[in-house]
């Protein structure tokens, strides 16, 4: 069965430059999920989209954007990047409108950004 | 808002049965969710629980108690490779800010 892909899986980054991280989500899953999990912490609701529009936004950076394409698939777009952004970055996706019941979230395999 | 608890760390032997307890506090509940993730690894579901009672699936079962903010995830015939990490989250908002607990770490010992 098909799964959340995510693009890059390794990311090397230096303070201050951008990074672009790539969700494809499960086929026809319509809501995409980004997470930030640091070494040893569980991981951390940052923005969910449904059909492309901005569903929830948790502990965002405001440095941080991302967006949900036509095709579903979500970038997470982060600048002016800081030591403390080295974290894996899982995206996962579900499908069903959001605020009418929970569905089960399939992650994606994450990528991991170091900043140095 | 949410808070959930986990115990931090677990060791069990293989061939057993343990139990990992998570209790939670939510604004609004909206289900419980249990997964398992290896280190470096996504998290992977295991199960979901809405209502009262036992959810079993193979090895793995699942409890909920919504009156007393109380779930369970009991793995059987334990295998070495169940060592992992066992993350309860309880979703904000229907889903949409999913809340996970500090996680359980099993450690399964020959």
Known sequence: AAGVIQSPRHLIKEKRETATLKCYPIPRHDTVYWYQQGPGQDPQFLISFYEKMQSDKGSIPDRFSAQQFSDYHSELNMSSLELGDSALYFCASSRGQPGLRSYEQYFGPGTRLTVT | ?110
């Open chain 2, 1 to 110: 808002g949410q808070n959930i608890d986990q115990p931090t760390e677990m060791t069990a032997t293989e061939g057993a049965i343990v139990q990992i307890n998570c209790t939670y506090q939510t604004s609004g509940f909206n289900g419980l969710f249990w997964y398992q993730q290896h280190a470096g690894e996504a998290p992977t579901f295991l199960s979901y629980n809405v209502l009262d009672g036992l959810e079993e699936k193979g090895r793995f079962s699942s409890f909920l108690s919504r009156s007393k903010g109380y779930s369970y995830l009991l793995l059987k015939e334990l295998q070495m490779k169940d060592s992992a990490s066992y993350l309860c989250a309880s979703p904000d908002n229907y889903g949409q800010n999913f809340v996970f607990g500090p996680g359980t770490r099993l450690s399964v010992l020959p």
